[in-house]
Every structure is written in C-alpha cells, then in structure tokens.
C-alpha cells in the first residue's frame, strides 16, 4: 500500500497538471487548466500553446508587478466580460457565459495566489 | 418475385446498417460518446479520449467522412483533451507529438458503414436547421473577422500553420462540417457540452453569418 501512495504521488509530481499543486483554490485551478492554459501557459507565464501566433501575448499572471497594478474588479470584469470590456484585446474571450461569477471570483482570488501580489 | 427481391434489398440493408452500427461499437465507442452522456463536467473533458459523436448526423459530411475514415489527417494540432498533450518548448508551451496517437483507419467498405452509422445519429438538441442564410461572404472581411475583430484565430487555424492550436483547425471545416452546425455551434457552443473550452462569444445574427459563411468558402487549406 505504501508503495502505491509512493507511486501515486510521484506519478502526480511528473504530472503536468500538478504544476501548481497546493491550492488553496482547487477548483480554480482546475479551471484556469481547463480554460486559462491554452494561452496563458501551464506555468501561467503567458506563453500557452495559442499564444505564438497571436498579435497581442496573453498577460503573464506570475508577473508580480504587472498584476498587482491590476484591481480585482478589473480582473473580475475582464474574465467574465472579455477583454474589450477592460480596453484590452478581444484575444481574451468572454468567459461569462461558461463560469459562474462565484466560479469567477475564486479564480481572481487564484490569480492572486499565482502572482503573488495581493490588491 | 418483385416482393422477394424488395424483401432480399431490405434485409440486406438491414444488414448493412447493423454492420455500420456493429463496427461504431468495436472500432469508436472506446474513445467516443456515441450517446449522450446523462451529465457533462470537466472530469469528463479530462477523461474522454475523443470528441463526442452522438450527434455526428448533424455535424459531418458524408463524403468528408468516408475519405478521412479511410486516411485520417488530425484535426486537432493539440489532440483531445489539449491539455493532456502540452510540453515546455523553447519559448512557452508546445505540443507533446509523442503522446498523440493516430486515429484508426478502415478499409472502404467499413469507412462507409460507418460513415452511414455515425450519420444516423442524432439528438434533439442543439443545431439549428436552416440557420444560415448562405449569402456570400467577402473573404477579405471574412479573415478579418476570424482574425483581428472577433478573436477566432486565437485557438482555430483558417490555413495551416496559421492559428492557434487548442481548438480543431477550420480550413477543412467547408468539406468536414455541415454549415448549419458551425453555425449553431459559434451561437452557443455550450449547448453541445456545457462545459467546453470554446466559449460563447455572444455574437450577433451578422457576425455568425459572415463567420460561418467565411469558414465554409474556404477551400480546404487554401490560404485566406
């Protein structure tokens, strides 16, 4: 039994979707890898598979600056809203219609814990 | 003797649609939905295998679906679920190839019974018969739209190579998809999966029908 747990965690460690292991908003997690990655990068830099191509790069949640200029009502609306509702690119879609707003508010509270910034 | 022979071409195709049906279970069910699923939920988006084909009948063209069955090309430059198939590249995320396994591919007469039993589903739900309008689209504005002005290109590609790669590329969409499912699924694509990682962009009447009408001008891999 040991070894299984033994096994099981490392095979969650090597896991890309263990990345950012330790939560304390788990389900927000579960869907910015759902949703946010596929251009906001699995390490949350930015850098997603979409991203290459597009003209305007996804913003950097790690970036701690960055985001800590950003208010939580602000990154609330431009999740749920899109981003020509903050002035930015319509790049960043309207989320709005497939996340709940509490859905919402937790993965601002998510998106602070990545940056580690608070506001 | 007329009855006979009707009776002889009705059994036979009988036969022919349960060897269809017969092989969509041996060959697909494995990794596709080929009924609905009593509830959707990420868990299921990270565990299925394949897109869902219970409603295929509404979705596929025919002769798209015997070609690609017979020499399947991938659809999806980051598989299904993309997440799954993501690797550190050289600058940000890329695709882990090795874990993409090719689709399976049938010999004509299966390619056919299946293609004819995957067109016999369907469910009530969500594709809009009639909806679009057809009318023709400049292709220039057309691009545009997909591109700059409503943000499609971020996650499809409308050529190869030029897009983003999370969602199924789209410049075989006109000889693949029926244009009333583009269509439907543009208007509201949580209505096929609640779930999905396309979101519903709230377009209006004229943006579905110039987006729709764009994707099913192009001619497959031509450059927009």
């Known amino acids: 039994m040991k070894r299984l747990i033994a096994h099981s965690a490392l095979a969650l460690c090597l896991s890309p979707l263990a990345v950012h292991a330790g939560s304390a908003h788990p389900q927000a997690e579960r869907n910015y890898d759902t949703y946010c990655v596929q251009c906001h990068g699995v390490h949350r830099n930015g850098k997603g598979i979409n991203a290459a191509h597009m003209s305007v790069q996804p913003r950097d949640h790690t970036d701690s600056k960055a985001m800590s200029d950003v208010p939580d009502d602000e990154m609330f609306k431009a999740i749920k809203e899109g981003g020509l509702a903050v002035n930015k690119s319509i790049l960043m879609p309207v989320w709005g219609k497939v996340l709940s707003d509490a859905e919402i508010h937790e993965l601002v509270a998510y998106l602070r814990e990545t940056c580690k910034c608070g506001k | ?224």
């Open chain 2, 1 to 224: 003797m007329r009855h006979f022979l009707s009776a002889l071409l009705l059994l036979s195709a009988t036969a022919f649609a349960a060897d269809g049906s017969q092989l969509l279970q041996q060959q697909c069910a494995q990794c596709h939905a080929l009924s609905a699923p009593p509830q959707t939920s990420i868990d299921r988006l990270w565990s299925r295998k394949g897109p869902d084909l219970y409603y295929a009948g509404d979705k596929f063209q025919r002769n798209w679906l015997v070609a690609w069955l017979q020499a399947p090309v991938r659809i999806r430059p980051g598989g299904e679920f993309y997440r799954h198939h993501l690797k550190d590249g050289a600058d940000g995320d890329a695709i882990d190839e090795t874990t993409l396994t090719p689709h399976v591919k049938l010999d004509k007469d299966s390619a056919v019974a299946v293609a004819d039993a995957l067109l016999a589903l369907h469910t009530p739900a969500p594709v809009e018969s009639g909806a679009y309008k057809g009318a023709a689209v400049s292709a220039t504005m057309g691009a545009m739209f997909f591109g700059k002005l409503r943000g499609c290109a971020a996650c499809h590609q409308d050529a190869p190579g030029k897009g983003g790669m999370s969602g199924p590329e789209l410049y075989t969409a006109s000889s693949r998809l029926n244009a009333d499912y583009v269509y439907s699924y543009i208007k509201h694509p949580q209505a096929f999966d609640a779930h999905v990682w396309m979101p519903d962009a709230g377009l209006g009447e004229s943006d579905l029908q110039r987006l729709t009408g764009y994707l099913m001008q192009l001619k497959s891999g031509a450059k927009p």
